[in-house]
């Protein structure tokens, strides 16, 4: 993937406009394995020059129990369908926000994400876990932001 150099003539395709998603609404989940709420907070972008893109998740979340996790994170896929294509980067607790205990806090996190192909459209969307499957896992104000990165 090239890099952006000083003095570079810069294209469209260098510095696509940000896509991104986000939801007011609440939604909960018990699984300890990441799920879709089935509201799904997505976005479809296309892939910049550099094949590099930062992805920033947030929501407020809470827990049933004070010391169990609510755990957001990212799933990006090939194409322009939500949810289908192949999987580029899987939902991990590495590249997304949580928040282990019983009050309500709002959780971000930003990572980078590279190697995908320049011109090429994918689709992201935030998937969601409890840490334990006795408590349940909750989750307001999601959202998901998609930007270019040179």
Do not use: K
């Not at 810069?10 to 510095?15: G, H, R, S, V």
């Not at 998740?57 to 957001?72: D, E, K």
């Not at 969307?125 to 998609?146: Q, Y």
């Amino acid at each position: 993937m090239p890099d952006l150099l000083a003095g570079s003539p810069i294209t469209a395709l260098d510095t696509p406009p940000p896509a991104g998603g986000a939801s007011g609404g609440t939604v909960t989940t018990t699984s300890t394995t990441f799920t879709t709420s089935g509201a799904d907070v997505a976005a479809v972008f296309t892939a910049p020059t550099s094949g590099r893109v930062i992805i920033q998740t947030g929501a407020r979340m809470v827990n049933s129990s004070a010391t169990s996790g609510t755990l957001i994170s990212p799933e990006t896929r090939t194409g322009s369908s939500i949810g289908s294509g192949t999987i580029i980067e899987a939902a991990s607790d590495a590249n997304g926000a949580s928040h282990y205990g019983n009050t309500f806090a709002r959780s971000t996190a930003a990572h980078l994400l590279t190697g995908l192909t320049p011109g090429a459209v994918y689709n992201t969307r935030l998937l969601m876990r409890s840490s334990n499957a006795a408590d349940t896992a909750s989750f307001a104000n999601r959202e998901l932001i998609v930007a270019p990165a040179t």
